[in-house]
């Protein structure tokens, strides 16, 4: 049986997959050992033409190539297709550290782990090292097995980035579990729940993943269809883990949810004053209409504390609020 599979899904990334597959390529284990599936999801440029330029000089990538799904429906024909013991995600435009991963999958079987997280890097376009968020950086990295329910409570965070876990498949699919198709940050809805169900999660404090932040993506655009489509993908996510938190029977892992509606919630706040002040009073309609007030405290930092005691109080206040701080600036 192969030892890893690795997931690489396609859209207009044709200036960075060259770099992501060589890091891939790059390793220290035998390629008989992983294969690399890579799905092309409708890409309009050469993308998938670069991966079947590497799959023609290397038996173990595997090109698989469908009409647009999105992010989460390419993620889903990645693992139907996975063969390993293994799995994880590697973005496009990301790379990963050369020689790394006999480490992590030797930690994984010495271990008994059905889930691995490593430790990453921000880069800009020219590979240069760059500052995580303060609310990253406070995430504890420090090697502990705990169960995946505890994990989530105490150890994951904020950040829910699938792609820096290494996961035991068949926790994945005997459970069943997922992307969900249409809405943003597909991760945040994914990766939790596949937390509920593993009994075994390290960590290992090495940054193994390196992070491209990228002028044009979603997340960095300036672009105002693609700042609405973010936001009403974002109040579909915040919806889902309304729905998810009622499933919980674990009361841990129901906190995390509410902290976590919370801090998606605030992100619809912001992200409303900045490119839409005049319509918040819908966007707050829709946060009260899904039960998200009063917020949850985060367990981070002082300013968070302060911003959910203020949308508290009041979430037109807290918009006026972000708003005018944003004006001065």
Known sequence: ???????????????????????????????????????????????????????????????????????????????????????????????????????????????NLDMLRMNYQMVN???????????ARLVDYS????????????????????????????????NGIRFTQGIYFDDTDWLPRVLCVAKRVNTVDLKRYFYVQREGSLVNTSDMSSHFAKLDGMLRVVGILCGR?????????????????????????????SICFERRGEYIKQLKKLGVFPLKQPHTTRNLAVKVMLCNISADLYCFTIQHIRHIR
């Open 1 to 111: 049986m192969l030892k890893l599979s690795i997931i690489i899904t396609l859209y207009k990334s044709e200036k960075y997959i060259a770099k992501c597959l060589d890091s891939v390529l790059d390793q220290d284990i035998p390629e008989t050992d992983y294969e690399i599936v890579v799905v092309n999801d409708g890409s309009p440029d050469r993308s998938y033409d670069i991966a079947l330029e590497y799959a023609s000089r290397h038996s173990n990538i595997v090109a698989l190539t469908h009409e647009n799904k999105g992010l989460a429906g390419a993620r889903n024909t990645g693992l139907d297709a996975a063969k390993a013991q293994y799995i994880t995600f590697v973005d496009p435009d990301d790379y990963i550290l050369t020689n790394s991963f006999a480490a992590l999958l030797k930690q994984m079987d010495d271990e």
């Open 125 to 135: 376009e020219d590979y240069q090292e760059i500052e995580r968020p303060k609310v």
């Open 143 to 174: 090697p502990c097995i705990m169960d995946g329910k505890e994990f989530l409570a105490e150890r994951l965070g904020y950040g829910c980035y699938v792609w820096t876990y290494i996961y035991r498949m068949s926790v994945i699919k005997d």
């Open 245 to 273: 938190k009622k499933e919980q029977e674990s009361p841990v892992a129901a906190d995390w949810y509410g902290r976590m509606i919370s801090m998606m919630s605030l992100s619809v706040l912001d992200t409303v004053s």
